[in-house]
């Protein structure tokens, strides 16, 4: 599969501003990750997935974040798979043929993880704090 960097980029920043710009999920989603490093702390490293923490997990919260992120989404593309499993919510956005597909990533474990409100393009985003997805970095590498 190619990428197209630039339309890549381009879904995952609208759907990241249809996300936060949304009252019902915007405070219940932690950003985080690679693509939170990259647009929000200038890693030099483009990320193509969007990964979050659900903040207040209960099963009522994760069916609304479910349905809430698919509305957004269909808009974008393709919903290629979609579920919510024990630990997670996630969907596989196709937004053509030829490229890439888009992984969004939802985590409903407790996390200790902290978070902060950044601006991005206008937009509040809740977004994990660097030193935090740091050591999540670290303990990753360290674990594979």
Known sequence: MLINKNKHELIMVNILRDIYNNI?????????????????YNLDRFSVDL???LLKIN????KIV?????????????????Y?????????LSYGENNKGIKIEISTR???????IKDFLG????????EYMFTNKLVALLGR
């Open 84 to 92: 919510i499993k024990l630990n997670t919510i996630f969907f596989m």
């Open 123 to 130: 937009v509040s985003i809740l977004i994990c704090k660097a």
């Open 24 to 40: 019902k999920i915007s405070s219940l989603l932690g950003f985080k990750g690679g693509t939170a490093l990259y647009f929000l």
């Open 51 to 53: 990964d979050f923490d």
């Open 110 to 116: 407790k996390t200790k993880d902290q978070y902060e």
């Open 59 to 62: 099963e009522e919260n994760k």
């Open 66 to 82: 479910f349905n809430e992120i698919e509305k957004i989404i269909k808009k974008y593309g393709e919903i290629k798979d979609s």
